[in-house]
């Protein structure tokens, strides 16, 4: 399935995805210095560059976004650290069709833009990953694959964000075949 991959930031989801031959024809950004987006461009992926500023809003931006991917058959969108919250042109656009993966055991510490941060603070002994699917409702969108990362006693927040991302490295692939199984079965789902 043809994947659209949204960033923001360094892209070591992206770049696993890309290692791991998965299909990505094309990576949207809201930062486009971000190394998510240099990334793609060094393996000649088509990125779509749609800072905030260019647009009137964030819908006409999430429009554009819509028409980006589409405009190269995008049939499955993953959120792999794109830090906005998408809008209703975007999730109407890919409805059923976007996942996001998320730093920790979601329900816990959604909706937190440093969700690895938090775990250590509340001193949490367990935390993790998940990837689910995006609906209106932020970080609440049904669970696809989750793994636990243990917390231990001397993490700093790097060694433990170290860890989360591998695990992040290895249930994403696994929940992006789980959904492109899901669509295969019945394509109506995503339209
Ligand atoms: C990941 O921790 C992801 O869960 C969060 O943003 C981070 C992105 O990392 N949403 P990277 O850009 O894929 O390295």
Redesign the pocket.
Known sequence: MKLGVA?S??????RNLVDLGFDVVAVATNRPSCG?AAFARQRRIPVGELSLKRFASEEARDAAMRDFFRSHDVELVVD??YDRIHTRPFLEGYRGRIIN???SLLPEFGGSMDAVEQALRSGVPVTG?TVHLVTEDLDAGPILAQEAVEVRDNDTVESLRRR??EA?HRILPRAIRTLEARLAESPAVGQ
Do not use: M, Q
């Open positions: 960033v930031g360094k892209g070591s989801n992206l998510g792999a650290g993966v998320h730093p990953a989360v991302h992040e």
